[in-house]
């Protein structure tokens, strides 16, 4: 079939792989006119770097990226809380990486590009608008071309035009009130080099880890980090823009902030680059598919960055989108995607929205008081351990039975 994407993220460049895997001629429309590698880290859940090595590009990913050994939440005064372990050494199929968001979407369109053309992804093409008969679809751009196609699948990200279209009466931005700061600085590596930490709690929290598999062989860390501030009066969600620079005075916040392997005043200060963004998702969709076009990853199930799941999620996608199409040509592939993949999402989406895995941050902050307080006199490990299973079970990463 012929088949358009709408975005080339990294849920759209996977979409574009797994489909062109399966036979079909795939293109990818790109509203700007220029690709940049933007962005600062993300992780890749071991589930989705499964995919990600069986489209070929996992030797390129163990370059360019961090194999995470562990996800630790601490409190703010650095107590272990609890260590997650994500790597193969733990019983996953496939590691878990953490990488820079630019550097994984150009490998994904470098693989693009070598394997369907330079052509295969036309970039300044924003969608418009759609229209669909029994024969297929046809997608008119803002410079007023027009593409015929088989299917459309809409991967245009959080402000979806495709989503737009589905659902033109859709509620705005579901926002509660925390504002994150981004960025990374190359400095001294912490930990074992290999490391996640997040630290705090609901309402002052702090995201910590490398991204750099180039700066790791050079003996120094690409650390990326994100400050995360609950405030009671929240910015209006439609102000969001992730390319913002953020101001500085959220540092001061932090510093009370005291881990044993890394000094969080001198990383925010170091840094040179700091964006600002709101933590937003939207509802869960009743439906994605509407005939011959169909939702996949934020497009589709925009969540908050909580266990770090998004763009591992939007992987699943691609694959399941694939493999069902695989069985079944045309619309009833696409809602047999669908029926897979939406009620999985929307419990993430929602799971999130109550902390996920990061519950256990909370825990800890209603009961440690101090540094003096000892983990293990105020929680058990298997309080701990059920809320991380849980979220294992939800998100769909499961360790293999050893």
């Known amino acids: 079939m012929k088949i358009a994407i709408s975005g080339a993220g990294i849920g759209g460049l996977a979409a574009a792989l797994c489909l062109h895997e399966k036979g079909h001629d795939v293109r990818v429309y790109e509203a700007v006119e220029r690709l940049q590698p933007l962005g600062v880290g993300i992780n890749v859940m071991p589930h989705a770097s499964g995919v990600l090595h069986g489209l070929g590009v996992g ?9 995470t050994r562990a996800i630790e939440y601490r409190t703010r005064f650095g107590h272990l809380i609890q260590s997650d372990p994500r790597s193969v050494e733990a019983g996953f199929e496939y590691p878990q990486y953490s990488v820079h ?17 330079q052509d295969a992804v036309v970039l300044g093409k924003a969608v418009s608008s759609f229209t669909q008969d029994e024969r297929g679809v046809h997608t008119d751009f803002a410079d007023g071309t027009r593409h015929e196609c088989d299917l459309l699948i809409g991967a245009d990200g959080f402000r979806s035009m495709v989503r737009r279209q589905l659902h033109p009466q859709e509620a705005p931005p579901h926002y509660e009130g925390t504002m994150m700061w981004r960025g990374a600085n190359l400095q001294a590596p912490f930990a074992d080099g290999r490391t996640m ?42 102000e969001a823009d992730w390319t913002r620079e953020g101001d500085r005075d959220f540092i001061a916040g932090f510093s009370g902030f005291q881990m044993p392997d890394l000094d969080i005043s001198a990383l925010l200060k170091n840094t040179q680059k700091i964006t600002q963004y709101p933590m937003i998702d939207r509802d869960p969709l009743p439906w994605w598919t509407e005939g011959r076009v169909t939702l996949l990853g934020d497009a589709a199930h925009p969540m908050y960055p909580m266990g770090a799941n998004g763009a591992s999620q939007a992987i699943i996608d691609a694959r399941v989108l694939a493999h069902s ?19 999985l999402t929307t419990e993430v989406v929602l799971n999130n929205r109550n902390s996920g895995p990061e519950r256990v941050l909370d825990i800890a902050a209603a009961r440690v008081k101090g540094p003096e307080d000892r983990i293990k006199d105020l929680i058990s490990a298997a309080e701990l351990e059920e809320v991380a299973a849980n979220y294992r079970q939800v998100a769909g990463f499961l360790k293999r039975a050893v």
């Not at 968001?101 to 053309?117: D, I, K, P, W, Y």
């Not at 609901?202 to 609950?230: M, Q, T």
Request: with cysteine; net charge positive.
């Open 101 to 117: 968001r630019g550097e994984l979407q150009f490998l994904l369109l470098e693989a693009v590009r070598s394997r369907m053309g």
């Open 59 to 67: 030797a390129a990913l163990d370059e360019m990226a961090i194999r």
């Open 325 to 343: 199409l695989a069985a079944q040509p045309g619309p009833k592939g696409l809602l047999t995607y669908e029926a897979i993949r939406r009620p």
């Open 197 to 238: 930490f997040i630290a705090g709690d609901h309402d002052v929290k702090f995201v910590c880890y490398p991204i750099s598999g180039r700066a790791a062989r050079d003996g120094k860390a690409l650390i990326n980090w994100v400050a995360e501030v609950r405030h009671d009066r929240p910015r209006a969600a439609e």
